[in-house]
């Protein structure tokens, strides 16, 4: 579905998802109180705003914002990578928000980094240094889901 995740255009994603769903346009307009013009106009943005992206999460049952947390996951840099000679070491910020945890991959994130080792789009040591994902980890993957001649 997503196939460039490091460039996502959620509009198409939901076009995409809502073309299976077999969902009538009648449907999604009267869900979302407008007209099928300016859902049309959603397929078309790269961006969609949170609240109107939930509720394409709630009607075509599916976590769209899964897809931005597995970008977080595979190109936010780590707390590690971020600090610079220099400077101070930022503190952290206890409170309500949850902290955001890099080390959550989910079975989604695996398989698209197994594929690029499979289509030999990428070496597990590309994806060690691109990703900075450990070594140890991804050559986990690699024996658990049995990759050939890696």
Known sequence: MVTDIKNIHIGKVIFDLWQRSEISME?????F????????????????????????????????FRIYSQHLILYAPG?????RPGEKKKKVVKGNVPAFR???????????LLDLIRSEEKT???????YK??????????????????
């Open 124 to 130: 597990p040591m590309q994806i060690v240094e691109e």
């Open 33 to 64: 109180q407008c007209e099928e013009e300016e859902v049309r106009l959603m397929f078309e943005q790269e961006a969609v705003e949170t609240c109107k992206l939930l509720r394409w999460s709630k009607l075509l049952e599916y976590d769209f």
């Open 79 to 83: 707390a590690s990578t971020r600090y």
């Open 133 to 150: 994902i450990p070594k140890t980890t991804l050559y986990r993957w690699i024996q658990k889901y049995k990759i050939k001649g890696k």
């Open 102 to 112: 890099k080390n959550v991959y989910t079975k989604e994130i695996i398989d698209y």
């Open 27 to 31: 449907r999604v307009c009267s869900y």
